[in-house]
């Protein structure tokens, strides 16, 4: 997510909102933002339930056997639809923002 | 006391295991901060591959030359010991990092994002709607935590 950071303004010239989702409650996600300087809003979801209802349930991969999310990025247009999806097979390996941006001009130029 | 020459320290030993030392735990500090050296441990192997070679030099003068160089006893040791931070290393990166569920539920790319609310750092509020208001489209990151 750093590297979303970082490209920030790339996303905000486009009128892309990024938000980043995951078990960890609003106090770690307050101390987080602030060490890291994320400007993005980091949603909390602790008893994993909108990370459930999109499937990207890790069971049993956080601390002490707790269920977390998997890494996982939805691009989601105006109008709710989802528009570009990244499922890792890796939890090494994440989405970068270029390929983001690059599918949202993609849809864009499609005319959609 | 000892009558034969002065041995040689061997440094290529102490050198090749320092890289693979260096190899081993530079990932989670410094290299998994940039994609380019995240995605694929290149970095990482590259230490490891200069390590070995050093290791590999060290334990051959060691004990082919062992009146000149020190080492038939920590050689070896150092030899197993990082080839055991090699071993975990791969293990780690290329099979315990794969044990990702395949999420065959997910939404797909047409299909309707599923609606939520959450809460912020703030604890405020914040559902898929808001964030779809007045924007373009949005980027939802699931990520592990850092708990």
């Given at each position: 997510m750093r590297s979303f950071q970082q490209r920030l303004s790339e996303f905000d010239s486009r009128g892309i909102r990024v938000v980043g989702i995951s078990v960890d409650p609003p106090k770690i996600n307050q101390r987080q933002s602030q060490n890291l300087g994320y400007t993005f809003p980091l949603l909390s979801d602790p008893k994993a339930e909108v990370i459930r209802r999109y499937d990207v349930l890790h069971p049993g991969?956080?601390?002490?056997g707790a269920d977390i999310a998997r890494p996982a990025e939805f691009l989601v247009d105006g109008s709710g639809v989802v528009r570009w999806v990244n499922l890792t097979d890796s939890i090494a390996v994440r989405a970068r923002p270029g390929q983001v941006l690059n599918a949202f001009d993609e849809f864009k130029a499609a005319g959609r | 006391m000892n009558a034969g020459p002065k041995r040689s320290w061997n440094w290529s030993l102490w050198f090749g295991f320092l890289f693979v030392l260096v190899g081993f735990i530079?990932?989670?500090?410094?290299?998994?901060?940039?994609p380019v050296t995240r995605d694929s441990p290149w970095a990482n192997l590259l230490l490891f591959g200069a390590g070995a070679i050093l290791l590999i030099v060290g334990l051959a003068r060691a004990f082919g030359n062992p009146r000149a160089y020190r080492g038939k006893i920590f050689g070896p040791i150092l030899g197993v010991v990082g080839a055991l931070m090699v071993a975990l290393f791969c293990y780690a990166f290329f099979y315990a990092a794969r044990q990702?569920?395949?999420?065959?539920g997910a939404p797909r790319v047409g299909q309707k994002a599923p609606e939520f609310t959450l809460y912020d750092k703030e604890n405020k509020p914040v559902s898929l709607t808001d964030l779809l208001s007045g924007s373009k489209a949005v980027v939802l990151i699931f990520y592990r935590g850092f708990w």
């Open positions: 991969a956080g601390p002490k | 530079s990932y989670a500090f410094l290299f998994v901060h940039f990702v569920p395949a999420s065959t």
